[in-house]
């Protein structure tokens, strides 16, 4: 039997204590805890890339995730006309490069290719005759030039292979074909003939997947295709990336639905990890099962989203069960942290409440009453220093404000402007509202107040009006996003102590969402896009991620926490249900021995 040491080449570690910095995937033998260790991997996740200059469908793709390349595609809503443009991909934006010799879509790619060194081929050439093509161009990282007929017009072909050994197969066909660089000749037939798949990998070593009909995906060894793992959600015109034993798939279409669904093969089965940020078919992808790239697509109108996946660097996180709220309740207002919650007026069958109650990290106790019953209010603080700001209605709540001491409220100043539907941040002696209703005609406000403790001041406007948005962070470092304008926004603004500035737009754009954290390290979650949602995001500073999401979709509710540790509450849907959010980075792991 092989040793570890025959397999890595080197021996494990052996430590009296764990090393003070592991890396991902290393593994040691603690001798005072008699125990072998490793650093597991982390989960996965998308974020948003630089769009494409131009935005295309049934576009072709090559190269890795930090050089990436697109070519050809359909630019235009129900046009005939494909694109000439390519554009390159270097790990944060795209630039024009050399145009293709003849405008296509539908067009077909080897995906092993690089940026440098790429192959299209057939397709849709509305400028040829007929207008299916079988002609295939070379790139060179600044021109095409061009290369062998296949020997089958088509389009939507799947790829796999490089620029000098390619591998084209599917369409309306089953013909599979392999190139030397030169010329096109036929290889062996798949099994299930279907326009649509996507494919990956090497000329030898290939993956075919995507059906309306067949899960199944199909592996190539140079001469025949064999059935591999069955994908666990159907699809066509998918994107993909990788090798046939660490494949991506990602995307795609099913009546009626544009998907997210993200898949992993491992050379024997499929499993579902991260969605998209954006549910698309036709797309492109570059890059390999960890770190992939995927740009244009169809949702159905063309775009030019492009989304990074990295595998093993995002935190593990999971939302799970928490203690019940004492009854079911809406439009609250919250504050505290994941073992230190507090929730506060609001409603549950009743035009409003005055209610209070605090979480311990397991079961709800009843607090002090407010002052003055009220709904669609904000909250902010702790659960011993806990802030309340404005409420509805708006003209005898919208100034409002009280203080909580962890067992009675009392009065504060009140708000210059009266309002409801607002977001807070901050603390209770250094608060911050923003945005809401100003009357009961709907009219929005962009207005930001700033509380010391005892008063409100006015502070720097946000950059649009808008209501039932979120927000957390602090007086001097305020984080606000989605919302309603009165259409569904996405936007993110950051504060820093006198004006707004934009931040990374949201993935999902909603409204009654609710979040926490600080400005650099936020969480979004919930909300209504429609429909209810129990989508999270996590903000770095600069961009929103997915996230597990909430095992309960809905919106109107109360959270309160950190981006590594939070808290989620009541709501609509009318529930009491709490559920807790949690992240882990690599985490040191016992490994079982025998």
């Known amino acids: 039997m092989a040793t570890y040491k025959d397999i890595k080449g080197t021996s494990i570690e052996v430590v009296s204590s764990d090393p003070s910095n592991p890396v991902i995937g290393q593994i040691w033998y603690n001798t005072t805890s008699q125990t072998l260790k490793g650093l597991e991997f982390g989960a996965a996740a998308w974020s948003t890339g630089g769009a494409l200059t131009t935005g295309r469908q049934g576009l072709g793709g090559a190269g890795t995730q930090t050089a990436g390349l697109a070519f050809a595609g359909r630019t235009a809503p129900g046009g005939a006309a494909g694109n000439v443009a390519t554009e390159e991909y270097g790990g944060t934006s795209w630039t024009n490069g050399g145009n293709m010799g003849t405008a296509k879509r539908a067009i077909g790619s080897a995906t092993a290719g690089t940026q440098t060194a790429a192959l299209g081929f057939g397709g849709l050439a509305p400028t040829e005759s007929p207008t299916t093509s079988a002609t295939s161009e070379e790139y060179d990282g600044s021109s095409w030039t061009a290369g062998g007929n296949l020997n089958t017009a088509r389009f939507y072909m799947a790829g796999a292979g490089t620029q000098t050994a390619g591998l084209g197969f599917g369409g309306p066909a089953l013909a599979t074909e392999e190139y030397n660089g030169t010329s096109w000749t036929n290889g062996g037939n798949l099994n299930n003939e279907i326009q649509g798949r996507a494919g990956c990998g090497l000329q030898t070593a290939a993956l075919a997947f995507g059906n309306t009909d067949v899960p199944s995906s199909e592996e190539y060894n140079g001469t025949a295709w064999t059935a591999g793992g069955n994908l666990n959600t159907l699809r066509q015109n998918a994107g993909a990336s990788g090798t046939q034993t660490a494949a991506l798939g990602f995307g795609g279409y099913i009546s009626p639905s544009f998907l997210t669904a993200t898949e992993e093969y491992d050379g024997s089965s499929w499993t579902t990890t991260t969605s998209l940020n954006t549910g698309r078919s036709k797309l492109a992808g570059a890059g390999t099962q960890t770190t992939a790239l995927a740009f244009g697509g169809s949702t159905p109108s063309e775009t030019a989203a492009t989304e990074e996946f990295t595998s093993g660097a995002s935190p593990f996180a999971a939302w799970s069960s928490g203690g019940n709220l004492p009854s079911a309740r809406k439009a609250v207002g919250s504050a505290g942290t994941q073992t230190a919650g507090l929730v506060f007026g609001g409603r549950n069958g009743t035009p409003a409440i005055n209610t209070t109650d605090e979480y311990d990290g397991s079961s709800w106790t009843n607090g002090g009453n407010m002052n003055t019953a009220r709904k669609y209010l904000a909250g902010a603080g702790t659960q011993t220093a806990g802030l309340a700001v404005s409420g509805y209605p708006i003209s005898t709540n919208g100034v409002k404000t009280e203080e909580y001491n962890g067992t009675s409220w009392a009065n504060g100043g009140n708000m210059g402007n009266a309002r409801a539907f607002v977001a807070a941040a901050g603390t209770q002696t250094a608060g911050l509202a923003f945005g809401g209703q100003v009357d009961a005609g709907d009219a929005l406000s962009n207005l930001t107040e700033e509380y010391n403790g005892t008063s409100w001041t ?64 936020a969480l979004a979650c919930g909300g209504e896009s429609p429909p209810v949602t129990g989508a999270t995001e996590l903000y770095d500073g600069s961009s929103w991620t997915n996230s597990s999401s909430m095992s309960r979709a809905r919106n109107q509710f109360g959270a309160a926490g950190t981006q590594t540790a939070g808290l989620a509450f009541g709501g609509l849907p009318d529930t009491n249900l709490t559920e807790e959010y949690n992240a882990f980075g690599p985490t040191t792991a016992t490994i079982e021995t025998t």
């Open 458 to 521: 006015n502070g720097g406007a946000m950059g649009t009006a808008k209501k039932y948005l979120a927000g957390c962070g602090t007086q001097t470092a305020g984080l606000l996003f989605g919302g309603q304008t009165p259409s569904l926004t996405n936007v993110t603004q950051e504060y820093d102590g006198s004006s707004w500035t934009n931040g990374g737009n949201l993935n999902t754009a909603r409204e009654k969402l609710n979040g926490f954290g600080l400005q650099t390290a």
